[in-house]
Every structure is written in structure tokens, then in C-alpha cells.
């Protein structure tokens, strides 16, 4: 008899560390490798924290990755030295972007920032083993007692859920992040059509409502130009590998592009080249033109006139948003607008709750220096934030619980208040939310 079962490694009840593995009788299938982003660098279990549990199996035979975040992405490295026979399936530009991602987590590892759950010589063993088949939206792939086909996630360039059709057909789909509304570049997912028996989503914004996209956009948008028109600074905080030619586009778009500098900084910028090259009608073809490089002109532009400033880190984990932050942030003309999720723990998340005085505390160490040097900034700058995340809201959500036909809905990668209250509210859908380290019977 056909048996197939869930083990949650990462993302149960949590946004962070994604890592569900699928074992189909005898073979096991993972699906995404992330790190977490809230955890405190000075934490002493830093990297154990914020690793996936890779303890649940004793073997992973093939890894899917769903797309190129770093909580779905960021211990790929660790997974594959573990399990050196594993193949890798993703998009193309998952996998460009995936190599970004982990360049700069052993940048932000050289730079004392964050420790990286890898190392150099790991990385380059996985990518001279070259493990990686690529799968387009729509290609579908048999495999050992499996097939799989590959659906266009709309969350980000390349992003795909992966529906599985066991060798007793069973249908089951995994969405991975999944975005439904048409932003800037990205189209949103159509799941018209597409049925399943096990359906396996994220729940990022179970029990939340939010504005479409483009009430958001236009409302960054007119408060950048109020921002500007009071003589200040705008800082973008955006996740490097998505939102950074979105955000560009709305501000190319509005009347804001010839009257403010609008400029793109750090790991967004060859992020921004592969969006370009990929959607060429929909990304200005001169976008590099608006990138910074050097630090003697980032330092200029800070402390110059009026202008407009897209940097990752999205949650200001890192990245050169933490520069203009601390440049600006003590400027009541100035502004850090949030544009995505903020998780918890992490600072993006406290600064969107802050009030104006709030104390922060800073670290920084420059390559002379041995020491850490500790200090402080009071808040005095405007602080929004929008919804323009890339991930289905409630409604969203419902209608694909609904409309897929699942006997079972497993709900990961959200937060668990929001995800008991969803369950409590929706007694009539299948729901259930396992933690991290939890096992599932999917069949029979």
C-alpha cells in the first residue's frame, strides 16, 4: 500500500527557515531550504536557530525549491553537504537569484554582520557539483514514483508551487510564497483549473486583509512626493531580490522621475540587471544608471539634497538600508517607508512599531578596528508602511483553500496566533497547522 507523509523541518507555525519534506513511499522529496531572518546575531545559537531542523529524515533524494528568498533559500549549501545526492529542481531565475542570495550571505558573514550557516568552500562544492534542473512554469517532470509540475507562483521572478502526482494519484500541491494581484513587473498566479487531493500553502497573511496593490503604490508614491516636497530623504527598504524593481517602475511611472533622484543601492542591483534582462518591456532598460557603488558617493548622496533611495534589507537585517537609516532617521523631513512584511524580532518589525524618540541601539566595526563600537540613534523620522507584499492576503488565501478541492489543508510559514484564529474561524475547511518537528500522514 502507497504511504506518503509530511515532516515539518521549517516554516511550521513561523515565517522563516522554510523546509517541508514529502516522503512518497520510499523516497524523500524536500521543498525549500531557508534561513531564518528574525534572529539576533549575538544570539548563542545563532545559527541553530536559524537553520530548518535537518534531523526529521535520513536522506533528502530531491530538493524543489520554490523561489529565491533567503527564507526559502538561505541553507541550501548546508542541505546539499548533508546530502551530497540530492538534486535540486527550480526555475532558472530562481536559481540566478539563489546564487545572489548566497554570495551575499557570505558577504554579510565577512562583514561581521551575520554569521552565514555555510561556508565558501561549501558553496563552491555544491555549485561544482552542479545538482541544479531547471523546470519552467507549466513543464511537468516524471521522476522516481513521482511527477511534478511546475506552476507560475506570482510572488516573485521565477517563483513556482509544485503540484506532486504520486504513483497512486494522489495530487498534492505545495504553493510555496504565492502572490495573486498583477503588481509592476511581476504577474500575479492563476490556479484556474488546477485541483488537488493534499493542499500544502503558506499562510502569511492568514486572517489579514489588505489594500491592492495599486491603492498601496499610488499612496507611496504621493508620500514620497510629500517627503521630497519638504526638502527630505526617503529611504525604501525593500527585499533585494523582488521588490526593488517594483518599486522603481512606480516611482519611473509617476511624475516624481524627472523632479528627484531615485536611486538603487547594495544587493538590488544585480537582482534589479536579472529582472531587466527577464521582463525587457517591463523594466526600464537604463535602470543601472540609478545604481550606487561607490561608498564616497553613497556618502555624498546622504547628506546631499532630496532624493529617493531603494536598499535591502527589506526588514533592515543588514544591507545598506541599515546606512541610510542611521544617516536619516534622527531628520524629522526624512522618511523610512517599510514596503513588505516585517517578521518578528527583527528590526524592521520595531521600527514600524516605534514611536518618535525611541532609542536604537547600533553596532559597527570598521576593517581597522578589532573592537565593536556601540551607540545609539533617537527616532525622529516618519516611519509607514505598506502593503505592498508579494504574498496572497485572507481572501486570497480562502478562495484557494476552497477552490482547489482538498480533503486536507496543511497551513505553514505563518504566524500561530494568526493561524489558530483562521482555524477557529473556518471549522468547515480542513485546516491544520503543524509545528516545526511535526509528522503528518498524507496517505493512506
Not at 49 to 61: A, G, N, Q, Y
Not at 380 to 400: F, N, P, R, V
Amino acid at each position: 500500500m502507497f504511504k506518503a507523509e509530511l515532516f515539518v523541518g521549517g516554516g511550521g507555525r513561523e515565517v522563516g527557515a522554510s523546509h517541508i519534506i514529502l516522503k512518497l513511499d520510499s523516497v524523500y522529496v524536500a521543498v525549500d531550504s531557508g534561513k531564518h531572518p528574525g534572529i539576533p546575531k549575538g544570539d548563542p545559537n545563532y545559527l541553530r536557530k536559524s537553520l530548518p531542523d535537518f534531523s526529521l529524515v535520513p536522506r533528502i533524494d530531491f530538493l524543489f525549491l520554490t523561489h529565491a528568498h533567503l527564507d526559502h533559500v538561505g541553507s541550501v549549501p548546508n542541505l546539499f553537504k548533508m546530502n551530497p545526492k540530492m538534486k535540486i529542481f527550480c526555475s532558472q531565475e530562481t536559481l540566478l537569484l539563489a546564487e545572489l542570495q548566497w554570495q551575499e550571505s557570505l558577504k554579510l558573514d565577512d562583514g561581521g554582520l551575520a554569521p552565514s550557516p555555510f561556508a565558501r568552500d561549501e558553496l563552491e562544492y555544491m555549485c561544482a557539483s552542479n545538482p541544479f534542473n531547471f523546470i519552467k512554469h507549466g513543464q511537468e517532470v516524471a521522476l522516481k514514483g513521482f511527477s511534478v509540475k511546475a506552476i507560475d507562483a506570482g510572488h516573485m521572478l521565477g517563483s513556482q508551487a509544485y503540484l506532486f502526482t504520486t504513483s497512486s494519484g494522489k495530487r498534492i500541491l505545495v504553493t510555496g510564497d504565492i502572490g495573486f494581484q498583477d503588481r509592476q513587473v511581476i504577474d500575479g498566479a492563476n490556479l484556474a483549473g488546477v485541483q488537488a487531493d493534499i493542499l500544502i500553502s503558506e499562510a502569511t497573511y492568514a486572517g489579514r486583509r489588505r489594500p491592492s496593490w495599486k491603492e498601496e503604490k499610488d499612496r507611496l508614491a504621493k508620500d514620497v512626493e510629500n517627503v521630497i516636497s519638504r526638502g527630505g530623504h526617503v529611504l525604501l527598504a525593500a527585499f533585494s531580490f523582488d521588490r526593488p524593481p517594483d518599486l522603481f517602475e512606480t516611482l519611473r511611472q509617476s511624475k516624481l522621475f524627472d523632479r528627484v533622484p531615485i536611486y538603487i543601492d547594495g544587493a538590488a542591483q544585480p537582482a534589479a540587471l536579472i529582472y531587466r534582462d527577464a521582463k525587457p518591456t517591463k523594466v526600464f532598460s537604463g535602470i543601472a544608471q540609478h545604481f550606487i557603488y561607490e561608498f564616497e558617493e553613497r556618502q555624498q548622496i546622504a547628506s546631499g539634497g532630496p532624493c529617493v533611495v531603494i536598499a535591502p534589507n527589506g526588514m533592515l537585517e543588514g544591507g545598506h538600508a541599515l546606512y541610510y537609516l542611521k544617516r536619516w532617521m534622527e531628520n524629522p523631513k526624512n522618511a523610512v517607508f517599510l514596503t513588505g512584511y516585517q517578521a518578528p524580532d527583527t528590526l524592521g518589525r520595531k521600527i514600524a512599531q516605534s514611536k518618535e524618540g525611541d532609542i536604537f541601539k547600533f553596532e559597527s566595526k570598521r576593517k581597522d578596528e578589532v573592537e565593536v563600537r556601540a551607540y545609539t540613534k533617537a527616532r525622529s523620522c516618519q516611519i509607514s508602511s505598506y502593503q505592498l507584499s508579494a504574498h496572497a492576503d485572507y481572501d486570497e488565501l480562502l478562495k484557494m483553500w476552497r477552490g482547489v478541492g482538498a480533503t486536507k489543508v496543511v497551513l505553514v510559514h505563518g504566524e500561530n496566533d494568526s493561524m489558530d484564529w483562521t482555524i477557529a474561524d473556518h471549522a468547515e475547511l480542513p485546516l491544520q497547522a503543524p509545528r516545526n518537528g511535526e509528522k503528518i500522514i498524507l496517505e493512506p
